[in-house]
């Protein structure tokens, strides 16, 4: 349980928990559009940010972030820019980015950036943390290491689905776009590329035969468009992150999402599947709920999973309480199945 207080409660979580370099846990909260900042016991330790264009400050907080070395990086979606602190919670200053920035992550001092440019075809970007010291002498970020995929132009509704996420070992690149339920590996420089589809075994994965004609419908009306969304939501999964596991495995995190209300996604079951090093075989789609919220926010500590719920207690019915479990990976009970296409 998160020890939380009057004028610092997590009111609508970010979709992840970062983990910082010393195990704190930052928790996005679009509520205020801050980022809370516990000790892995659930005390809080400083807020991050508040609603604002100013240094340090989120028109919309994004709702994954990273660690590395001594900085936080945290997007800030309503300025389009990467707000960059000090580890102490000191703001350093932010990059503006072109595109769509989706996901962050991290190998040794290198950060990776999720980063989508639809209009050049291209995504993904790497930063030293060094550089990241001095945010006022880098450029706008621009997604320029690897094509985005040839189904995004046959099925534009994918783009409802525009992430991308990635996890590197030096020049090794293992990457995944929302929507789809392959992994491609590919070295910087090489002119090839390997694809690795995850096997489904409980998520929806993504049947882009049976469901193709809703994902190349344009609609025509903002009303249609909505319906369209959520249908499309209701067929697919969306890939939210990958992480390296210290055993050299991967961790690949879908969701089922489901969006009602108008465009607001209100529930939603995570998978997550590991890869084993070579990426031939897998154990796919452990089921993970939070029953509080509908929609579980996930995290990554060491071989720890962190799954933030909220819960409503009889004794304080109005407000939610914020909790994280913890649950060690364990694959004693893993039914490993090949990666290898049919044939």
Same mark, same amino acid.
């Given at each position: 349980?998160?020890?939380?207080?009057?004028?610092?409660? +997590? @009111?609508?979580?970010?979709?992840?928990?970062?983990?910082?370099?010393?195990? =704190?846990?930052?928790?996005?909260?679009?509520?205020?559009? %801050?980022?809370?900042? *516990?000790?892995?016991?659930?005390?809080?330790?400083?807020?991050?940010?508040?609603?604002?264009?100013?240094?340090?400050?989120?028109? @919309?907080?994004?709702?994954?972030?990273?660690?590395?070395?001594?900085?936080?990086?945290?997007?800030?979606?309503?300025?389009?820019?990467?707000? $960059?602190?000090?580890?102490?919670?000191?703001?350093?200053?932010?990059?503006?980015?072109?595109?769509?920035? #989706?996901?962050?992550?991290?190998? &040794?001092?290198?950060?990776?950036? @999720?980063?989508?440019?639809?209009?050049?075809?291209?995504?993904?970007? !790497?930063?030293?943390? =060094? &550089?990241?010291?001095?945010?006022?002498?880098?450029?706008?970020? +621009?997604? !320029?290491?690897?094509?985005?995929?040839?189904?995004? &132009?046959?099925?534009? &509704?994918?783009?409802?689905?525009?992430? +991308?996420?990635?996890? #590197?070992?030096?020049?090794?690149?293992?990457?995944?776009?929302?929507?789809?339920? *392959?992994?491609?590996?590919?070295?910087?420089?090489?002119?090839? !590329?390997?694809?690795?589809?995850?096997?489904?075994?409980?998520?929806? @994965?993504?049947?882009?035969?049976?469901?193709?004609?809703?994902?190349?419908?344009?609609? %025509?009306?903002?009303?249609?468009?909505?319906?369209?969304?959520?249908?499309?939501? #209701?067929?697919?999964?969306?890939?939210?992150?990958?992480?390296?596991?210290?055993?050299?495995?991967?961790?690949?995190?879908?969701?089922?999402?489901?969006?009602?209300? %108008?465009? %607001?996604?209100?529930?939603?079951?995570?998978?997550?599947?590991?890869?084993?090093?070579?990426?031939?075989?897998?154990? $796919?789609?452990?089921?993970?709920?939070?029953?509080?919220?509908?929609?579980?926010?996930?995290?990554?500590?060491?071989?720890?999973?962190?799954?933030?719920?909220?819960?409503?207690?009889?004794? #304080?019915?109005?407000?939610?309480?914020? +909790?994280?479990?913890?649950?060690?990976?364990?694959?004693?009970?893993?039914?490993?199945?090949?990666?290898?296409?049919?044939?």
């Amino acid at each position: 349980m998160l020890a939380e207080e009057d004028t610092a409660f +997590v @009111g609508m979580p970010g979709a992840s928990i970062t983990v910082g370099i010393a195990g =704190e846990w930052y928790i996005p909260d679009a509520s205020q559009n %801050r980022v809370l900042v *516990f000790s892995p016991s659930g005390s809080l330790i400083r807020i991050l940010g508040r609603q604002g264009q100013g240094p340090g400050e989120f028109a @919309g907080v994004g709702p994954f972030g990273v660690a590395v070395d001594s900085l936080v990086l945290i997007p800030d979606f309503g300025g389009r820019r990467l707000n $960059v602190y000090h580890a102490t919670g000191a703001p350093i200053g932010s990059i503006p980015y072109d595109g769509y920035l #989706a996901r962050l992550g991290r190998d &040794r001092s290198t950060v990776w950036l @999720g980063l989508l440019d639809l209009g050049n075809r291209r995504a993904l970007l !790497s930063v030293s943390a =060094e &550089r990241l010291r001095h945010p006022e002498a880098i450029q706008p970020l +621009v997604a !320029s290491l690897v094509p985005t995929p040839a189904q995004y &132009r046959e099925y534009p &509704r994918l783009l409802d689905f525009s992430d +991308v996420a990635v996890a #590197a070992t030096g020049d090794t690149l293992v990457y995944g776009f929302g929507g789809l339920s *392959f992994l491609v590996r590919t070295v910087l420089g090489a002119t090839t !590329s390997d694809t690795v589809v995850v096997p489904t075994c409980g998520r929806r @994965g993504s049947p882009l035969a049976a469901v193709g004609d809703l994902l190349k419908r344009r609609p %025509r009306a903002p009303e249609e468009d909505l319906s369209v969304s959520e249908q499309t939501a #209701a067929a697919l999964s969306a890939l939210l992150n990958i992480w390296r596991l210290e055993t050299g495995e991967y961790l690949v995190w879908y969701q089922d999402p489901v969006i009602e209300s %108008r465009g %607001r996604i209100l529930k939603g079951v995570a998978f997550l599947s590991i890869l084993s090093p070579d990426l031939r075989r897998a154990c $796919v789609d452990a089921r993970i709920e939070a029953p509080g919220i509908g929609r579980p926010r996930l995290g990554l500590a060491g071989d720890t999973v962190l799954v933030l719920d909220q819960v409503v207690s009889t004794a #304080a019915p109005d407000r939610a309480t914020t +909790v994280v479990r913890k649950y060690p990976l364990d694959r004693s009970n893993c039914q490993w199945v090949s990666t290898a296409p049919e044939t």
